[in-house]
């Protein structure tokens, strides 16, 4: 499996997207991998 390194992250973006991903009971990687997969099959 492949390997993404994602730097210079707002901080901003950064905490925005880890409270949403506890809001959902998931964790970052998985909030980022869903929304990865719905953009890459056009669901976004």
Wanted: include cysteine; glycine fraction near 4%.
């Amino acid at each position: 499996m492949a390997t993404i390194n994602l730097r210079n992250v707002p901080d901003d973006l950064h905490r925005k997207a880890k409270a949403r991903a506890a809001m959902e009971g998931v964790t970052l990687k998985q909030l980022i991998m869903r929304l990865l997969e719905e953009y890459l099959d056009g669901v976004c």
